[in-house]
């Protein structure tokens, strides 16, 4: 079965860099996976922030990127501010309606 | 804009059977693939499976299949997660969420938490 591996957390400073990646048990994620990535902070519903591998959703601020490093899926935020502390999650199409999420990485700004 | 409504609150003991709904409102609904995702208290999201409400094609991730039954009736728009004899196990955040065609998860319900514990 599939597993799709996150760090489970990070830490950045605030106005720091961070990029959090998504891997695959066996091979390289690609954009043919189409990887997305989500926000979930306690109590509430996951928002989307990415898609198709680095398509930010509407209202997501550009300090946010998405894109594709090396074998993983990778997100970067850049100038991480205090809200950005959250748990944050990628998805992964496996092919035939079936998706894969991440473990999911929590991540401190402190 | 699509938006999802999800049934409220359950509270069951194990061995009950518990369907939960998502009703969805917007353009042309019926053409949306709906997903079920769970989130368990203390891990991370879960993808469940999808239904597409048009003609009700479902997929099941291997890790639910057998263990609930995801349905839809499009003339009300809704998507349903059913159980026949839940556990304890199944205690958990259910979310609902429609898949555009770019392959993700746009729009997402509420959430309906699930308890069960005798």
């Known amino acids: 079965q599939t597993v799709v591996t996150q760090e489970p957390s990070f830490s950045v400073s605030p106005g720091g860099t961070v990029t959090l990646t998504c891997a695959l048990s066996s091979g390289s994620v690609s954009t043919s996976y189409h990887p997305s990535w989500y926000?979930?902070?306690?109590?509430?519903?996951?928002?989307?922030?990415?898609?198709?591998?680095?398509?930010?959703?509407?209202?997501?601020?550009?300090?946010?990127?998405?894109?594709?490093?090396?074998?993983?899926?990778?997100?970067?935020?850049?100038?991480?501010?205090?809200?950005?502390?959250?748990?944050?999650?990628?998805?992964?199409?496996?092919?035939?309606?079936?998706?894969?999420?991440?473990?999911?990485t929590k991540l401190t700004v402190l | 804009e699509v938006q999802l409504v999800q049934s409220g609150t359950e509270v069951k003991k194990p061995g009950d059977s518990l369907k939960i709904s998502c009703q969805g409102s917007g353009d042309s609904f019926t053409n949306h693939w709906i997903a079920w995702v769970r989130?368990?208290?203390?891990?991370?999201?879960?993808?469940?499976?999808?239904?597409?409400?048009?003609?009700?094609?479902?997929?099941?991730?291997?890790?639910?299949?057998?263990?609930?039954?995801?349905?839809?009736?499009?003339?009300?728009?809704?998507?349903?997660?059913?159980?026949?004899?839940?556990?304890?196990?199944?205690?958990?955040?259910y979310y609902c969420a429609t898949k555009t065609p770019g392959e993700y998860f746009q729009h997402w319900g509420q959430g309906t938490l699930v308890s069960v514990s005798s």
């Not at chain 1, 509430?44 to 898609?51: D, E, F, H, K, V």
């Not at chain 1, 090396?70 to 502390?85: C, S, V, W, Y």
């Not at chain 2, 099941?60 to 159980?83: E, H, M, N, R």
């Open chain 1, 39 to 104: 926000q979930q902070t306690p109590g509430q519903i996951p928002r989307t922030l990415m898609y198709r591998t680095n398509v930010r959703s509407a209202g997501v601020p550009d300090r946010f990127t998405g894109s594709i490093l090396g074998n993983k899926a990778a997100l970067t935020i850049t100038g991480a501010q205090a809200d950005d502390e959250s748990d944050y999650y990628c998805a992964l199409y496996m092919g035939s309606g079936i998706w894969v999420f991440g473990g999911g």
């Open chain 2, 39 to 93: 989130r368990m208290p203390g891990k991370g999201l879960e993808w469940m499976g999808i239904i597409y409400l048009r003609d009700s094609d479902t997929r099941y991730s291997p890790s639910f299949q057998g263990q609930v039954t995801i349905s839809a009736d499009k003339s009300i728009s809704s998507a349903y997660l059913q159980w026949n004899s839940l556990k304890a196990s199944d205690s958990a955040m």
